[in-house]
């Protein structure tokens, strides 16, 4: 069974950092392709950022140069390493895959605020 269980989310300044982790378990984190979405409040729930098992890294433009995706295979844990954080980052961040079928973990809410 696929479990995904998010973490790492907080309150922070604009201009801070964060860095999210997606702990993953009945997927190998290394071989599949996996995603950071995320929803705002009274929003649709948005892609954020994707790593593909071959290591390609694809972002939304509107984080593009400011959040890193990675993954820790050996640990099966993915991240988003989020910097330069603005107001309009503030949303519930959840990581996601497809095997088989669409699984989410339970998000874990960012607030961007000063």
């Known amino acids: 069974q696929v479990q995904l269980v998010e973490s790492g989310g907080g309150s922070v300044q604009p201009g801070g950092s964060l860095r999210l982790s997606c702990t993953a378990a009945?997927?190998?984190?290394?071989?599949?392709?996996m995603a950071w979405y995320r929803q705002a409040p009274g929003d649709q729930r948005e892609w954020v950022a994707t790593?593909?098992?071959?290591?390609?890294?694809n972002y939304a433009d509107s984080v593009k140069g400011r959040f890193t995706i990675s993954r820790h295979n050996l640990r099966n844990i993915l991240y988003l390493q989020m910097d330069s954080l603005k107001s309009e980052d503030t949303a519930v961040y959840y990581c996601?895959?497809?095997?088989?079928?669409?699984?989410w973990g339970k998000g874990t809410p960012v607030t961007v605020s000063s």
């Open positions: 996601s895959t497809n095997y088989g079928r669409n699984y």
């Open positions: 009945g997927i190998i984190v290394s071989i599949t392709t």
């Open positions: 790593i593909t098992g071959d290591g390609s890294t």
